[in-house]
């Protein structure tokens, strides 16, 4: 089992075949960017060495597209209802919710991985039922989706048209512009004291004091946007990227990279509304993570790139 981070993992399943039909459409409203040459990755102090997050290097990238947000609840229903597509979580029968989402009658009889034990195997749970039966996405519909795996995102992105960003394309379009910055709108966490990401306040895992307005998460465009016009780059939810995950990369200048071709694990980025300095600081631009392609919690989504 993937117990990276704040994200627990599934060891069974494999590889799906998608049961969205070929793409006919192309996917439009996507911000294009121009690509070019940024410094990837950091040397950062405050950093995760072993997660491979260095060294900086320099990566060159062709001109693409990316969605301004992640996909929301509304725009998964859409793609659920044209195509029929049941979900890793809704075939395995269960996704891994946050305990204190869940009401407190369920939690002590839900098992838990033991490393993680805020993580709690929630029976039916899934994308439209995000805390487990009897939750709705019904006045949540421009939140992210959730409870999807990188397979189900694979399969949204192809009934759409686009694909998955590579995890350069998606460091390039975080840092908006802005070299080497910790963040995606500069170096300092809350400038001003204004909150600019959804991630924890408080004590993890137990209070959450919620003084960015979101216990678990926040509508999609609910801060502004990075130099590029993209919301939510970092908070919020993790986003799967297309590349298998590995921690050694080489120093030098490299074009389009796609990763290695083979791994156990697929690359995430961002964080999430459950990261806090004091366990999860990986809601920096340069952060990664991972996970295991059917794995899904309450605090995974994803966003749609395209080419140009």
Not at 285 to 295: E, H, I, K
Request: net charge neutral; with cysteine.
């Amino acid at each position: 089992m993937t117990e990276h981070c704040c994200m627990p993992g599934r060891t069974s399943g494999g590889a799906r075949t998608s049961a969205a039909e070929p793409a006919r459409r192309r996917a439009s409203g996507l911000v294009r960017l121009e690509g070019g040459t940024f410094r990837m990755g950091t040397d950062d102090r405050d950093g995760f060495p072993s997660d491979g997050e260095g060294p900086v290097r320099a990566v060159t990238l062709r001109p693409f597209r990316l969605a301004s947000t992640a996909v929301t609840n509304a725009r998964f229903a859409a793609f659920v209802k044209a195509t029929g597509y049941e979900t890793d979580a809704e075939r395995f029968g269960w996704s891994y919710v946050f305990h204190l989402l869940v009401p407190q009658a369920m939690r002590a009889s839900a098992p838990s991985p033991a490393a993680t034990p805020w993580w709690l195997g929630i029976e039916g749970a899934a994308w439209h039922a995000p805390e487990g039966p009897g939750s709705t996405v019904a006045d949540r519909q421009d939140h992210p989706v959730v409870h999807v795996s990188w397979q189900d995102a694979q399969a949204y992105c192809a009934w759409s048209g686009g694909r998955l960003p590579t995890e350069a394309e998606w460091e390039y379009a975080a840092r908006g512009g802005l070299e080497q910055a910790r963040y995606p709108w500069g170096d300092e966490l809350a400038p001003r004291g204004r909150h600019r990401c959804n991630i924890w306040q408080g004590r993890f895992p137990t209070h959450n004091t919620e003084e960015d307005g979101h216990l678990a998460t926040a509508p999609v465009k609910a801060y502004r946007p990075n130099g590029y016009g993209l919301h939510n780059m970092v908070g919020n939810v993790w986003e799967w990227c297309a590349d298998w995950f590995a921690v050694d990369h080489l120093a030098r200048p490299m074009e389009d990279p796609r990763g290695p071709d083979g791994g156990e694990s697929r690359v995430l980025r961002g964080g999430s509304y459950l990261c806090h300095d004091s366990y999860c600081n990986r809601y920096r631009v340069a952060a990664r993570s991972s996970n295991t392609p059917d794995s899904s919690s309450g605090n995974t989504g994803f966003r749609l790139a395209a080419d140009i």
